[in-house]
């Protein structure tokens, strides 16, 4: 049952509140070290007779979908896997650079599973479970020897160890990597598995099948409805148990590092057919992104944050030297900002605080790069001192390809002349909501990777994407959805109402976007909202922003529906009906990530509120207030508010303090 909201929240007016949450699923009743250990003991099984016998559907192929697909193929279970490119192996976790984070401690450097779970924890800035956070620091170093034997080319040190390097956020080296490919090299390692499985007969794979729709009977997950992408012909997929694990969001703001293709459309389906949608405020703005160059951009691209492990950041002192040739400003007049200002931590702060100074270098008239609609956005991160100290072929060795590619995209030599970079939207924190076995409140669905919400808090440290993925994927998910899988009730068959009325809302769908025949392309709708997003809901935001952002947002989700023109069948290979259902659902969820982070009244990691910061400008929490996660409710159509359910955050491990890298 829902209340009536107070006039508390500066979201007044446009949700509900509901009954608050809890994850019953992590046993309480043991420190949490033991945790995990405690709950792989008690957990149900299911006997390799009966696996043969139940079907887990998994949409996605990147590093949690593939690995547990392959994981779940070879413990004996049918597995159907899915994915809307051409190839499992076309996932975007392949677009990775920097590395994956374990706590092997192969430095000495002091590192061990308490540190990585508590940088891991400080890093969310003590907005993430510290239940899921200690199991994905304690089973990192099991990653890592998995992925070893698959043969994943990790660099290794003269000796012939595993090398490691820093990344941002912490003071060791954690950080396993394979150059600047290591989400290729390791996406490449859970491909072979899964194929593997292929072969043995345990996992089907169907690509180039776009799931559209989740299938429901009394808040049980019993399949999905896609849509096959050549051919346009629509497909239902019944099975036991469900797994999205369809990565992040972060191309509702139109701009960002993501793949073109990436959607949240799988989990969005989910949340409206009643699993909550955790934290979508959090979304992470990446320091070293290659700048906009102009209007007409339609993708942004990374450069690994490993580079500010050798890089250093700086813009000129002065703003009359932001035009001139960086290798003419002399020392004494650059601004090393990150390391002036933090100087425990330098170049290495957390991507949220590193962002943030980079913005506010620019907004102070200091940036350096061309002038896009009247701005300089661009900041320097430059390899000479590194280049001196260790030589060319040494920094070569551990960065050549990302110097290559900088090169190709900019025409610019970075061994010679300072790489210019700049904040851009790249993975969020954000997802369906999922308990300590990853099940969502709608029974039977389980959510993996990027698109659960659970391990990252308010920010994310570099590195620790990779490592989510293939801990849920191979680790944890394997474990717990056996737990589900002992006793899933029974299977439905097509004729069964919800299966008709799934298959029945989709067809309507694709109908309404081929006969509108509006003025206006998808893309533009696309465009428009991303503006919104990154200007009132991107690296600051304030109640009056976001306030007026709903209302944009509102507007042009009335003039998207009936006025979007999509050309061509529905019985085709139709990029502009896959788009068009991808970006209606993106105008829904930016309204609600705007909803959240109105609600939200602190700043904490990524979502930073300008209404509340310290007097030095660093984000500043209210833990009295909203030290929970944000559990959001599908409220309905027809001007149905969003239902808050609040988890609320405690910790045991550690000190809730202020966070400070100084």
Not at 86 to 91: G, I, L, N, V
Request: with cysteine; glycine share 10%; charged share 25%.
């Amino acid at each position: 049952m829902t209340e009536t909201l107070t006039n508390t929240s500066d979201a007044a007016g446009f949700f509900t509140v509901g009954d608050d949450i809890a994850d019953t699923k992590a046993p309480a009743e043991v420190p949490v070290p033991q945790r995990w250990e405690e709950r792989k003991s008690h957990a149900k099984l299911v006997n390799p007779a009966n696996r043969r016998k139940i079907k887990v559907i998994i949409v996605g192929t990147g590093l949690a979908g593939g690995a547990a697909a392959a994981t779940l193929g070879e413990a004996g279970y049918q597995v159907e896997s899915f994915c809307y490119q051409d190839s499992p192996r076309r996932a975007h976790s392949i677009a990775a650079q920097g590395g994956i984070n374990a706590a092997k401690n192969y430095r000495n450097d002091g590192d061990s599973v308490y540190r990585l779970f508590y940088d891991t924890v400080k890093g969310g800035d003590f907005r993430s479970r510290e239940s899921n956070s200690w199991r994905l620091a304690e089973v990192s170093a099991n990653i890592i020897d998995q992925c070893v034997a698959q043969g994943v080319p990790f660099a290794r040190e003269y000796g012939g160890l595993l090398d490691n390097r820093s990344f941002g956020g912490v003071q060791v080296s954690r950080t396993f990597y394979a150059r600047g490919q290591t989400g290729q090299q390791l996406l490449i390692g859970a491909y072979q598995a899964l194929e593997r499985q292929v072969a043995a007969g345990t996992v089907t794979t169907h690509t180039r099948h776009e799931m559209l729709e989740l299938i429901v009977v009394d808040n049980v997950a019993k399949g999905i409805v896609v849509r096959d992408m050549v051919t346009g012909e629509i497909e239902t997929h019944l099975g036991d148990a469900v797994v999205l694990a369809t990565g992040g969001y972060g191309n509702v703001y139109f701009l960002s590092t993501n793949a073109m293709g990436s959607n949240v459309t799988a989990a969005w389906r989910a949340h409206r057919k009643g699993a909550y949608m955790g934290n979508p405020c959090y979304t992470q703005i990446h320091p070293t992104c290659i700048p906009v160059s102009g209007e007409n951009q339609s993708k942004l691209t990374l450069m690994s944050e490993s580079l500010r492990n050798d890089g250093r950041i700086w813009v000129p002192k002065k703003k009359e030297d932001c035009g001139k040739d960086p290798r003419e400003i002399p020392e004494e007049d650059r601004d090393y900002y990150l390391e002036r200002i933090y100087p425990a931590f330098g170049n290495l702060v957390p991507r949220d605080i590193a962002s943030r100074q980079a913005k506010y270098m620019c907004d102070d008239g200091r940036g350096v790069g061309p002038e896009v609609d009247g701005v300089r956005r661009g900041v320097y991160l430059d390899f000479a001192d590194a280049i001196k100290r260790l030589g060319r072929d040494a920094v070569e060795a551990k960065y050549g390809n990302l110097f290559d590619m900088y090169q190709q995209i900019t025409a610019e030599n970075p061994y010679e002349v300072p790489m210019r970079v700049y904040p851009a939207v790249h993975y969020v924190m954000g997802g369906l909501w999922v308990d300590y076995d990853l099940e969502s409140n709608v029974k039977g669905l389980f959510v993996a990777g990027e698109a659960n919400f659970s391990d990252q808090g308010a920010n994310r440290l570099g590195a620790s994407a990779l490592m989510q993925g293939l801990a849920d994927g191979y680790f944890v998910l394997p474990y717990t959805i056996a737990n589900y899988l002992a006793d899933p009730g029974e299977r439905i068959d097509e004729s069964h109402p919800a299966v008709v009325e799934a298959r029945k809302d989709v067809e309507e769908r694709i109908n309404h976007f081929l006969t509108t025949n509006g003025t206006r392309s998808v893309d533009s709708y696309h465009k428009e909202l991303g503006h919104i997003m990154w200007e009132y809901c991107g690296m600051e935001r304030t109640k009056e922003g976001l306030t007026k952002a709903i209302g944009m947002i509102r507007e042009l989700k009335a003039d998207f529906w009936a006025n979007v023109k999509v050309l061509g069948t529905a019985d085709s290979l139709n990029q502009s009906l896959e788009r068009a259902g991808r970006v209606a659902d993106f105008l829904e969820l930016g309204e609600l990530m705007c909803i959240d982070a109105l609600n939200r009244r602190e700043s904490c990691g990524g979502h930073f509120r300008a209404e509340s910061q310290t007097p030095d400008g660093e984000a500043e929490r209210i833990d009295e207030e909203f030290a929970y996660v944000a559990a959001w409710e599908w409220g309905g159509e027809d001007g149905h508010m969003p239902v808050l359910h609040k988890e609320s955050l405690s910790y045991e491990a550690i000190e809730m303090k202020a966070r400070s890298y100084k």
